[in-house]
């Protein structure tokens, strides 16, 4: 019997990164989620009740000790292989839900938003493409933001140019790893109703709100499709894309 395929998300406790996983799971895969707070377990359980197999660790992907190690309990529960990895986790820091001035932005701060965003996305593609590159197929998708396409004026400066770095790694893979098999897109999304936008002031969201041509904010699971069809075989051929999914507030 043919192995069911992996894969692996970050940020798996949260709204966008759970309802990923929950598409997923309902496919067939095999589900590791990791994140920082400790509900990955529940919503790993929660998950495997109603769809499939699905795990939950708790690391800090800011960590790369922690980090890599969860990258090798992954492969350790799927005999070594990794279809797909999601690079959802983020963090967007504010005050009074709204972003920090350029002067209130710490080096500290500034360090951890680039370890959560970019970083811990790099140390896993470092880990895991080329595992995925020896068998010839692999996916990865990273979550970026609208903020990576245009100025937000609800984020903060360092959250825009992590999100826009993640852009250029996943260009810089994509190109290197499509001979192998391997795709590597990002997907951007606009606003989209999770904790992350509960911790916006109302303003800035009734501001937004009213500049979508579509009228409302997106919902996590239309993250979570959207993502799932980038990891399928009918998305072979798109490589180092950035998918907008943002109900028309900014468009190409
Ligand atoms: N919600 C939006 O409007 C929106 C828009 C554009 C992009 N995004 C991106 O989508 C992704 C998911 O965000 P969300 O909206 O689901 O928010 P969320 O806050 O619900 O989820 C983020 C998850 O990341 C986890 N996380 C944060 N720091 C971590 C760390 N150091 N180690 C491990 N896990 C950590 C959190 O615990 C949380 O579960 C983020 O990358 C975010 O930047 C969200």
Request: proline letters at 4%; a neutral charge; glycine letters at 10%.
């Amino acid at each position: 019997m043919k192995a069911a395929p992996s894969v692996l998300i970050t940020g798996g406790a949260g709204g966008i990164g759970k309802a990923t996983a929950a598409c997923f799971a309902k496919e067939g895969y095999r589900v590791s989620l990791l994140d920082l707070n400790e509900a990955v377990h529940e919503a790993a359980q929660m998950l495997s009740t109603r769809a499939g197999q699905v795990q939950g660790r708790v690391v800090d992907v800011a960590d790369e000790t922690q980090l890599i190690a969860a990258a090798r309990w992954h492969l350790s529960e799927t005999a070594g292989k990794c279809d797909v990895l999601v690079n959802c986790a983020g963090i967007s820091p504010k005050g009074q839900g709204g972003p920090f001035a350029l002067p209130e932005i710490t080096t500290a701060q500034w360090e951890r938003v680039h370890r959560v965003n970019v970083t811990a996305p790099f140390i896993l593609c470092r880990e895991l493409i080329p595992v995925m590159a020896e068998r010839g197929f692999g996916r990865v998708i990273n979550v970026s933001s609208r903020a990576a396409r245009t100025y937000v004026p609800a984020s903060g400066l360092d959250y825009h140019t992590s999100k826009t770095a993640l852009l250029g790694l996943t260009r810089a893979l994509a190109g290197a790893y499509g001979r192998h098999g391997v795709t590597v897109n990002s997907v951007a999304p606009g606003r989209i109703a999770t904790a992350m936008a509960q911790a916006t002031r109302q303003d800035f969201l009734d501001e937004t709100l009213r500049m979508i041509p579509a009228g409302r904010f997106g919902e996590p699971q239309e993250i979570g499709e959207l993502i799932l069809f980038l990891a399928s075989e009918k998305a072979a051929y798109i490589n180092g894309a950035c998918i907008d999914a943002n109900g028309g507030i900014y468009m190409t």
